[in-house]
């Protein structure tokens, strides 16, 4: 069997508010934590305990993210800066 590829580009990636977008992700999975925080026993009479903490975990890689993408943000918008002042 012939391994398959592609005929034609990759199309260029999306670019949207992503800054805003794992912002908004992470405060759901905090808020998610904090609504489950007041059933807790009820997640360890079931053995459901991993739900509560999927949703901290969710919340903690969620800030790492915030800062990667502000950075990463941040980087683009000064590349961009240099190209655009930097003569030809």
């Given amino acids: 069997m ?5 005929t ?5 990636p999306l670019e949207g508010p992503v800054v805003a977008t794992i912002t908004g992700g992470t405060i759901l999975w905090f ?10 026993g009820w997640f360890d009479d079931h053995g459901h305990t991993w739900w509560v903490w999927t949703c901290l975990a969710g919340a903690g890689l969620g800030l790492i ?23 030809a």
């Fill in 8 to 12: 034609h580009e990759a199309p260029e």
């Fill in 65 to 87: 993210g915030i800062w990667y993408v502000r950075r990463r943000d941040a980087a683009i918008k000064r590349d961009a800066a240099n190209r655009r002042d930097t003569p």
């Fill in 31 to 40: 808020v998610l934590f904090l609504a489950q925080l007041p059933f807790y």
């Fill in 2 to 6: 012939a391994k398959w590829t592609p």
